[in-house]
């Protein structure tokens, strides 16, 4: 059983920055391709980013290409997500996840473990 912990959430004014961390309590974390997805209220949970086991590649969604980078820290334990230039429109629920799935893991049900969430709200 893998438990991932978020934190890094909170409030930031349009066009500011934000850095998520999970860290999961997996000793072979590294052998987990990690995913984040948000949940505004109202919607469906949406895939954000993901890196892969091994080689750490990475993919975004069209909507934060260029502005969200996703990273890994084996030694740690622990995916960031460091998100740039913030809109009103990436306000939601953010969750990581966890999967030994070997490719772009871009859907939930692809995913095994989940964090309990943390918070961003932009707003001015």
């Known amino acids: 059983q893998v438990q991932l912990v978020e934190s890094g959430g909170g409030v930031v004014l349009p066009g500011g920055s934000l850095r998520l961390s999970c860290a999961a309590s997996?000793?072979?974390?590294?052998?987990?391709?990690m995913g984040w997805f948000r949940q505004a209220p109202g919607k469906e949970r949406e895939f954000v980013s993901v890196?892969?086991?091994?080689?750490?590649?990475?993919y975004y969604t069209d909507s934060v290409k260029g502005r969200f980078t996703i990273s890994r820290d084996n030694a740690k334990n622990t995916v960031y997500l460091q998100m740039n230039s913030l809109q009103p429109e990436d306000t939601a629920a953010y969750y990581c996840?966890?999967?030994?799935?070997?490719?772009?893991?871009?859907?939930?049900?692809?995913?095994?473990?989940w964090g309990q969430g943390t918070q961003v709200t932009v707003s001015s």
């Open positions: 996840a966890a999967t030994q799935y070997y490719g772009l893991a871009q859907r939930p049900t692809q995913y095994d473990y």
């Open positions: 997996e000793r072979t974390f590294s052998s987990y391709a």
């Open positions: 890196i892969t086991r091994g080689s750490g590649r990475t």
